[in-house]
């Protein structure tokens, strides 16, 4: 609370000013006749220079401004006059609190008037100091005239400011931005986040209001409406000394999306009885729609016994709301009283003026428009003492994320969207699986992206998030295994697969999760007619789990460039379009200030290029970068010629706008770009230079003699950075650090339609294998590397999953069953190492679909296939014996034990030999001990006979284990000496440490304690 007190009384025509100084008794100067300086006009001009001028500051708009800014200083030197020169009295008061200094003082305006209360009071001007007051008091509010201080709320929560955010935008895409206030909110409380709870209201109803406020009561500190107000004169419901009938209202949203109009009296019976003492509102309205909209719902809330009510006094910038509401909120978490936290937020936006406007960013006086109504100071939250010096625990502590595989924000972060969000949240309210259908590179991912983020920090989702991209052809496998590693950990893998789904399936049926699946189109085969990625089976499957989440808790949320109307699932469908016309003027002003381009030096022209990019992400991000180099109207040239060259050649899923925008930039690159760049096209997702350079430098080996004579020359490393960069500077690629590089979904489609112009396609075929025989080699390379370098291999092999992926299904189109063993090898040691069994298990399983289910099918098809499925059900039976199902895993032994057997080949013997070890170790562990050395002493007949004594003592060793078991001891003794004795010689001393271990267990049991 201030030190001192100005008070300016208005009742009826005249006003009188109070000072108290300190504890001392109020003193008050003679009151006169109030006569103010804002007719209409003023008032108008003020509304257009705060809301509408930086939305289109070109023409006179500028000069106008300029005009006005004068006319701020001269409206608030006549209303000082008025107040503070009308007598000597009032002069002393000033001197008074001018002395002590005016961060001492606060200001309350006291009224019994709307339309006084309303005026612009944060204009008053001192020409003495030549300073405005508002930003230089300790605070500034406004209070109702004979309204008594309401009783003390009672104690609230200490340990967190709780914050309950009521986001209202019942009219649509005619409405201010959802986040219009919330974005800059989080953005600028992310240092004290700790120190604040924020929820926002789901539904933004009445109704949920209500029933949140009364289940918690005592809870929040703060209730947050961010949305519309109104003042309704014909209101019956409500009388006081305002003026008889009529109340402020705010229009709340009902469950369907549609307008929900409450009184203040309603809201405020709710903030009494829950405890809530502060109200911040956010005026939504323009001039045209009515003014001063909140100040008559402001007063009726003070007037029922609300603390304090923050307003708006006109629409706010999102900058200024930025700078204000965060540093409102975080003067609040600190302990400041309501008065002197809304003053520090003024002097935030008064130091901060910048605010974003077509033309750049251009400064603005619109510190004024926040404004206090209170009847006292009040301090809501007094945080516990942090004046120790926090532990280093403290600072090393991880950040909770409800986020599972979320893909990194990209370039420029996530930008607007923000009436997508809200039909994504009324979709949701309707039906808990939703499709959002658009073209490719329209910004579905970043979308369904910046959703899940915004649900995470809002608390929209009380489970966890999950995203799963389909573009490489995902199973349910893949979701599977996502949800239960997350909900569950390692002890998820322990369960056999019908269990495993059947545990997701009720967790996300019961817990209010989302589940994103990305980029599904392909799933099905896209465009219509391509091979579907996932056979039918697997399809069936993804349908099954989708129709079993109908109704549940969970949200499912897919992405898709066409309707995907197999899964009959009763999905919502959305349909996506480009950005609106705010949000494509923000991500153009970040796309500008990466390259170096001044926004305030563009002509208008600027706009119309803007508009005829049609709000596309994507060709926004590969056009503007040419504005460096070329004028507006020259890049609006060159696209209108290029959307005629292109006319007629629409494709499914796909703007033609983009296919323009993305020729146009190519045409633009450097000769030796537009040479090489297409190579990218057989990549997925990013794309290493030490790789690209690894397979194109030398021509004198098989890559390098390939893409030679493809394009021509061999590329260094040095060449492709350079390359690569020019990508990015174009803005068709991003880089991502060290040498990594990463591939827009839409790119690689394009670059194949350019080397398509350029090749014929057995040339690019022929491209295709060696590149594929090129990631066999990687593949292979880095599996042998995780024993050596077990953290690089996993680096490298987890980086180029995508790239493995897309060439492990290119090698099973061309029967290339070796390169596809090692890359799924390689993949496989990844998956296990992370607990992706189940996507492993699912690989297999399509490969094995492919290769032959039977070992005949398999040998059909070469040597090759025949050892892919020879590991591939090896790895089945293992994955069986490792989870102790021991029937499957002696099954698929048995089966492959017949199968080689029936080949009546001895070149198998070495393979027929371990399949006798592992039924050994089956029987072994079912206990069958009898059917277990049987089968050890066959396999070791095997190796004897073929002089391989090194596994020979492998059998004998676990020979001995099964003796030992029985109470053989002495044979138990026996075959471990003679697995001693082959190690001792072949001088591997780890594996005879082994069996000396087992010969003094054996003597233990024989109670031989010396031996």
């Not at 809870?219 to 402020?248: E, K, R």
Request: hydrophobic share 40%.
């Amino acid at each position: 609370m201030a030190k001192n007190c100005l008070r300016i009384n208005h009742e009826g025509d005249s006003i009188q000013l109070f000072w108290q100084q300190g504890k001392a008794n109020p003193r008050h100067a003679p009151a006169v006749t109030f006569t103010h300086p804002f007719d209409k006009q003023a008032l108008a001009d003020l509304r257009w220079y705060l809301e509408e001028y930086l939305r289109f500051p070109y023409g006179l708009a500028d000069d106008t401004a300029a005009k006005i800014e004068e006319k701020l200083q001269n409206w608030g030197e006549e209303l000082f006059e008025l107040v503070f020169r009308s007598s000597e009295k009032a002069r002393e008061f000033f001197q008074a609190a001018t002395f002590d200094g005016l961060n001492q003082c606060e200001l309350v305006i006291t009224s019994d008037n709307p339309e006084v209360l309303m005026l612009p009071w944060e204009l008053l001007y001192s020409p003495s100091d030549r300073n405005f007051l508002a930003p230089s008091l300790a605070g500034m509010s406004r209070s109702l005239s004979d309204y008594a201080v309401r009783a003390e709320m009672g104690d609230l929560p200490q340990d967190k400011l709780n914050i309950l955010l009521v986001i209202a935008r019942p009219y649509g895409e005619r409405d201010i931005g959802l986040k219009t206030i919330a974005r800059p909110l989080f953005e600028s409380i992310a240092q004290i986040r700790k120190k604040v709870n924020i929820k926002v209201l789901r539904p933004p109803s009445f109704e949920e209001f209500e029933r949140e406020l009364n289940g918690n009561p005592g809870f929040y500190h703060i209730v947050h409406f961010d949305g519309h107000g109104d003042f309704d004169p014909n209101s019956v419901g409500f009388h006081h000394t305002l003026g008889g009938a009529g109340q402020g209202v705010l229009v709340f949203e009902a469950n369907d999306g549609s307008p929900q109009i409450i009184t203040a009296a309603q809201i405020a019976q709710n903030l009494a009885d829950c405890r809530v003492p502060i109200f911040v509102l956010n005026a939504c309205k323009s001039a045209q729609e009515g003014e001063g909209s909140f100040s008559s719902v402001a007063t009726r809330l003070v007037s029922l016994g609300a603390k304090g009510v923050v307003a708006m006094a006109y629409s706010v910038f999102a900058e200024a709301a930025k700078h204000f509401i965060g540093r409102l909120y975080g003067e609040l978490a600190a302990g400041a009283t309501l008065d002197k936290a809304v003053a520090a937020g003024r002097r935030q936006i008064l130091n901060q003026r910048l605010r974003p406007s077509p033309k750049g960013d251009k400064p603005l006086q619109d510190w004024l428009v926040p404004v206090l109504y209170q009847q006292e100071s009040y301090q809501p939250f007094i945080p516990a003492s942090d004046e120790d010096i926090l532990d280093i625990e403290d600072f090393l502590e991880p950040t909770v994320s409800n986020l599972v595989e979320l893909p990194q924000e990209g370039r420029y972060g996530f930008v607007g969207r923000d009436y997508d969000i809200l039909r994504l949240e009324r979709a949701f309210r309707q039906n808990n699986l939703v499709l959002l259908q658009g073209m490719g590179g329209v910004g579905k991912t970043e979308l369904v992206c910046g959703f899940a983020r915004w649900l995470d920090e809002t608390q929209g989702r009380g489970g966890k998030i999950f995203f799963v991209s389909f573009e490489q052809g995902a199973t349910l496998s893949n979701v599977v295994n996502q949800v239960g590693r997350a909900v569950w950990g390692d002890k998820f893998s322990q369960y056999r697969q019908e269990q495993q789904e059947q545990a997701v399936l009720k967790y996300l049926k019961s817990q209010p999760s989302l589940l994103i699946w990305d980029n599904f189109e392909p799933v099905a085969g896209f465009p219509t007619g391509n091979q579907p990625l996932l056979n039918s089976s697997e399809r069936d499957s993804l349908q099954r789990f989708l129709k079993d989440l109908r109704g549940g808790k969970s949200w499912v949320l897919i992405t898709s460039r066409r309707q995907e109307s197999w899964l009959d699932c009763g999905y919502r469908l959305l349909e996506l379009g480009g950005l609106g016309k705010q949000d494509v003027e923000e991500l153009a002003a970040k796309i500008l200030e990466t390259v170096g381009v001044e926004k305030k030096h563009l002509p208008k022209e600027y706009l119309d290029l803007l508009k005829l990019l049609g709000g596309h992400p994507l060709s926004l991000r590969v056009v503007l970068p040419h504005l460096k180099r070329q004028t507006p109207s020259q890049l609006i040239e060159a696209l209108r010629l290029g959307r005629d060259k292109f006319a007629g050649a629409e494709e499914e899923g796909r703007d033609k706008s983009l296919t323009v925008s993305l020729d146009y930039s190519f045409t633009k690159l450097s000769d030796a770009c537009r040479l090489h760049l297409p190579f990218l096209a057989l990549f997925s997702e990013r794309v290493d230079a030490d790789w690209l350079h690894a397979f194109s430098e030398n021509p004198d080996n098989e890559y390098g003699l390939a893409y030679q004579a493809v394009f021509g020359e061999n590329l260094p490393k040095a060449d492709w950075l350079r390359l690569l960069n020019e990508g990015v500077e174009a803005g068709i690629l991003e880089y991502l650090g060290e040498s990594i590089y990463k591939i827009h979904p839409a790119l690689p489609w394009y670059l194949r339609q350019r080397l398509a112009d350029s090749y014929t396609g057995e040339v690019i075929s022929q491209l295709e294998k060696k590149l594929l025989i090129f990631y066999g080699w990687l593949a292979n390379s880095y599996l042998t590397k995780l024993i050596s370098n077990a953290k690089l291999a996993m680096l490298v092999l987890q980086f180029e999953e995508p790239n493995l992926l897309q060439n492990l299904r290119l090698a099973e189109e061309q029967q290339n069953w070796s390169n596809a063993h090692v890359i799924l090898q390689a993949l496989g040691e990844v998956y296990e190492r992370i607990n992706r069994k189940s996507e492993f298990r699912a690989l297999r399983q399509r490969v094995l679909s492919q290769i032959g289910i039977h070992l005949s099918e398999a040998k059909a098809k070469g040597k090759a296939a025949f050892n892919f499925w020879m590991y591939l059900r090896g790895v089945d039976a293992n994955e069986a014996l490792a989870v102790a199902d021991l029937e499957t895993a002696k099954a698929i032994y048995q089966e492959i034990l017949d199968a080689l057997t029936a080949l009546n080949d001895s070149s198998v013997n070495d393979k027929i030999a371990v399949s006798y070890h592992q039924l050994g170790i089956v029987a072994k562990e079912k206990r069958e001990f009898e059917e277990a050395k049987a089968f050890y002493l066959k396999a070791l007949k095997i190796y004897e006979d073929a002089g391989d004594f090194y596994h020979a003592a492998y059998e004998y060793h676990n020979l001995g284990v099964v003796a030992q078991k029985k109470g053989e001891f002495e044979e138990a003794k026996t075959f471990y000496l003679k697995a001693l004795k082959i190690y001792e010689d072949a001088g591997d001393f780890y594996r005879a440490a082994g069996d000396y271990h087992q010969l003094g267990m054996v003597a233990e049991e024989k109670r031989e304690f010396e031996e």
